[in-house]
């Protein structure tokens, strides 16, 4: 039997398989996942730039165009002072992205922290914050928001309108701030129990693999091996979870604004924009329209998403 020359045989190696770009292909077959990055991304550019660009300031009032339909000149019309709504849903772009995603930041920390203490150390650790994360997932989302609001606000606005009596620093008269911190706190406080739970899940079905045993075996302390080899082996699903949050913040932001606890005017938002809207829609219809079409498209993208990467990082559990 003859030798087989050794130049015949293919010594060409396969690349090394690669999570994330193996996920990045898959998500480029899904359609509809790279519409909701597209769309994301538009309105991430115009949350960032877009108030820079915007042909009128979102305050600026014209009384002789109030109730505008739209037109060249204002492509969303006008509201009742005059102010062109087209300038006012780019700022309130900007106010809903700033809100998801420094609430969603917030949410993620503290559910990834409390998350991987509970599933890694167990016991007491375990039932206490299982415990906490029960009873903050029982309280209704917004009873907890108008509690906060209602109890801090008043004593907040009136400890800033003493310090600009005290050293008038013109700083102290942007109320807007305490709407923000607000609405980050308490949106903040009802988001993070389920990527705490999420990620405790995660951490459970890791912490027993041979490559956690084995960095344990060489004596790692606990919190190195959690934040070396458990965390970035559980950002699979957490990110699928972190897409979708985005979102839910969005339409919480604005459902709160439009119920009179979040954002309040002038500052635009498109829940209080969509509030506005709502009580002379018969008469004037682009008044809601335009806002509530903005934001049912900002869910819509990040639900499809969402279900791309989910498909994408979790190839086993996708149709």
Known sequence: MSAIPLSTIDTAEEPPVNLWRDAWHRLKRNKLAIF????????????????ALTPYDYLSQ??????????LA?????????RDVFSRIVFGTRTAFLVAVIVTFIAVVIGLLLGAIAGFFGNPFDRVIMWLTDVTMSVPNLLLVVVIN???KTPITRWMEAQYLATLNPFYRQTVWVDFILVFGSMALISWPPYAR??????LSIRNRPY??????????NWIVILRYIVPNALGPLIVSVSAGLGTAMVLESAFSFLGVGVNPPTPSWGNMISDGLRVWQHYPHLLAAPAAVLGLASVAFSFLGDGLNDALNPRGSK
């Open 36 to 51: 909701g990055l597209i769309v994301i991304v538009i309105l991430a550019f115009t949350a960032i730039f877009g108030p």
């Open 62 to 71: 014209d009384l002789a165009s109030r109730n505008a339909p739209p037109s």
């Open 74 to 82: 204002h492509f969303f019309g006008t509201d009742d002072l005059g």
């Open 150 to 152: 209602a109890s801090l």
């Open 198 to 203: 999420l990620v405790r899940a995660q951490v």
């Open 212 to 221: 956690v045993m084995a960095a344990q075996a060489l004596g790692l302390s």
